[in-house]
């Protein structure tokens, strides 16, 4: 392979005054800098990656730092063709896996490999905050959101099983982009 050097990313400063990359290459951000995305019901994340039409998104894999509150969930429950792997830095929260109920508390890590269903629920009585990542298989990605009676009991089931994640989150306002304080009280 003939290596080249990588450049470093841009960043610019969004209208939110977080730190975007707007090329790609590498590049260093504070949690406390980067995007962040809050919704009243699917909880708040820090995200680390640009858009991949101009190339700052990542190709191979996803990483974010989500927050939750107390009963909080992270998504809907899901199976996806791509394994991912969750470390909760501070708090409490129930990993719902394979319709099983599993706590998880700080420095906890779970390993979900591909095909693997799941949420993350806040637990405890103060916010978690979980270093979430997963692969990525581009066009070849599949997603399916079965119906759980376990998370529904948490609020993060489908009615309905689907493949459409646009039908999975339809009762769901979308998230606000604002700049996340960090650390989360």
């Known amino acids: 392979m003939d ?19 707007t090329s790609a290459g590498w590049f260093v ?7 962040g995305v809050t919704g009243e019901e699917l909880g708040s994340a820090a995200l680390f990656e640009g858009s991949h039409e101009d ?11 989500q927050v939750l509150d107390p009963g909080q969930p992270n998504c809907m429950y899901h199976r996806e063709n791509q394994q991912e792997g969750y470390l909760v830095l501070f708090g409490e929260c129930l990993l719902i896996v394979e319709e099983q109920e599993r706590r998880m508390r700080r420095w906890d890590y ?15 009585d103060a916010p ?11 066009e070849d990605e599949e997603i399916l959101y079965p119906v759980s009676e376990t998370a529904a009991r948490h609020g993060a089931s489908v009615e309905t099983e689907t493949p459409s994640p646009d039908e999975a989150y339809a009762r769901f306002p979308e998230g606000t982009r604002r700049r996340l304080p960090w650390p989360p009280a």
């Open 3 to 21: 290596w080249q050097p990588i450049p470093e990313a841009r960043l610019e400063r969004s209208a939110q005054d977080e730190l975007v990359p």
């Open 29 to 35: 951000v504070n949690v406390a800098d980067a995007r």
């Open 55 to 65: 190339g700052s998104g990542f190709e191979e894999f996803g990483l974010n730092i």
């Open 110 to 124: 779970a390993h979900l490999p591909s095909g693997t269903a799941h949420v993350c629920v806040g637990a405890g």
């Open 128 to 138: 978690c905050a979980v270093l979430m990542v997963g692969t990525r298989k581009g």
